[in-house]
């Protein structure tokens, strides 16, 4: 039985952040070392960082000293952001979350992040839907 498309949106806002892991594309990150940094307030709010270096990208809790950019948003706006429920610029300049540092880089984060990730790769994790 094939996954429908919408089973594959995150379910949290730590699930959306935590997947931009595994939608890294290669081809942009090759050349790019950097930490972004998420404060996220209200529901499963926390703080969680990604860290990019040598085409990879790692998820982890908590903060890190000296981030290259840093993204204070409400759990609802960047689920929805991650979802492709709201366009991240337009969220952006009408204040309903906010950024600090490499701001080049906010603006390369759709394509940074525009690999499709493998029903492989979200199993592994186990955040498929099986009926």
Known sequence: MAIQTQDLRPKTVRQAIEGMTLSLNFDE???LNATIQFHVSG?????YYLSIA???CQFASGMVLDPTL???????VWLKIAR???????????RKY???????LLL???KLFS??????ELDAKGWLDKE
Do not use: H
Not at 115 to 120: F, H, I, K, L, N
């Open 115 to 120: 690999r499709q990730p493998t029903e492989a």
């Open 84 to 94: 492709k429920e709201m366009n991240g610029a337009v969220a952006l300049m009408s």
């Open 54 to 56: 040598d085409s990879q």
């Open 108 to 110: 390369k984060m759709d």
């Open 29 to 31: 990150a090759k050349d």
């Open 43 to 47: 529901q499963d709010g926390g703080d």
């Open 70 to 76: 840093t993204i204070s948003t409400p759990a609802d």
């Open 98 to 104: 906010k950024a600090s540092g490499k701001m080049g």
